[in-house]
Structures are given as C-alpha cells and as structure tokens.
C-alpha cells in the first residue's frame, strides 16, 4: 500500500527551490536548455521553465528525451540497430550550452547515465548539470544530482512514485513497500 509522503502544494515549493538554486548558481540564465527526461521529467523541466520566466522574464527552451534504447539493464543490445534519441524539440541545439537534465526521482543513478551517452550523440553542451525532484539515495554509479526537491531516504524494497497532474490526473509523491 502506498502512502504519501509529499502533496502537490509541497511537490510545487520544491520546484520553486529549484529553479532559485538555479538562477543564484549561474548567476543568471543565459545558454540554459532544459532537457526532461521521460515521462515526468518532461513535465517538471516544462514547470521549471515556466517558473524561471515568471522570475527572469526568458525563455528557456526545454526539450524531451527518451533514454529507453541507451539503458543498458533493460534491453539486450541488438548491434544492428543504431540508438535513436527522440526529442520533442529537434531544433534546440545543445552545442555549448548549459543543459539541465530534469528527472522525477534519482536511484541508482542509470537512467542518468543513459541520459547522458544520448546527449553526447546530440551534441556537445558546456555544462551539464542535474535537477531531480526526489533524490532516494542507493546509488549504483558516480552520479550526483545539482539541485533536489526533496531527500527522501529509503530501503532498497520501497518504490517511491511521482505523480504530476499532466500525465496523472494529479500530484504527489508516494512511497510503496515492494
């Protein structure tokens, strides 16, 4: 049985957070690109850029990324098949710029990694920095995030499950014994 650990209004503080760390850590937010990572990173980066045009009045282009065929536990490699990286804005161009990744929850760290081997066939950014709305600690790779929401500990046999309005129906965050 899942139980909520986090409600919406507090989901939405978080992201708040978020994008200030944002702006006081790069002095400002010219050659950002935020690239969300699907599917609920897509939404979260689409609320940070939302957000950091209400506090700075710029756009910031946000672009979506599937990372399914760059994950190397949930699939077996067919080498025949080149990896392909769908993105919802072909024309952002991510050559020195400063992309943000946008995930919903942070675990062993490779999904971020996929994230990453596809970013580098799209282009060569600055810097790229991290943001995770839940960051649940077990990493199993060198990955740290740049700027979290909440740090919610947990054990190996829980699930921790975002859930955001767009895609849901509704917002909160939930953890769940396996």
């Not at 990896?83 to 161009?93: A, E, H, I, M, W």
């Not at 991510?94 to 062993?108: A, E, N």
């Amino acid at each position: 049985m899942a139980h909520e650990i986090v409600d919406g209004s507090s989901m939405q503080r978080a992201l708040t957070r978020i994008t200030y760390e944002i702006i006081e850590q790069n002095k400002g937010v010219e050659n950002l690109v935020f690239v969300g990572i699907k599917t609920r990173g897509i939404y979260l980066a689409e609320r940070l850029a939302k957000r950091l045009n209400q506090l700075e009045k710029v756009d910031v282009p946000v672009a979506a990324l599937d990372v399914s065929l760059y994950r190397d536990d949930r699939h077996v490699p067919d080498h025949r098949i080149e990896p392909t990286v769908n993105t919802k804005q072909l024309d952002v161009d991510i050559t020195d710029k400063h992309v943000i990744l946008v995930d919903d929850v942070l675990f062993t760290g490779r999904t971020v990694r996929a994230a990453l081997d596809a970013l580098m066939d799209m282009g060569r950014p600055k810097r790229i920095s991290l943001a995770v709305l839940v960051d649940r600690g077990h990493r199993e790779l060198p990955i740290r995030p740049d700027f979290v929401g909440k740090n919610i500990p947990t054990s190996s046999d829980e699930t921790v499950h975002v859930a955001v309005e767009e895609y849901d129906g509704h917002e909160d965050i939930t953890i769940e014994r396996n």
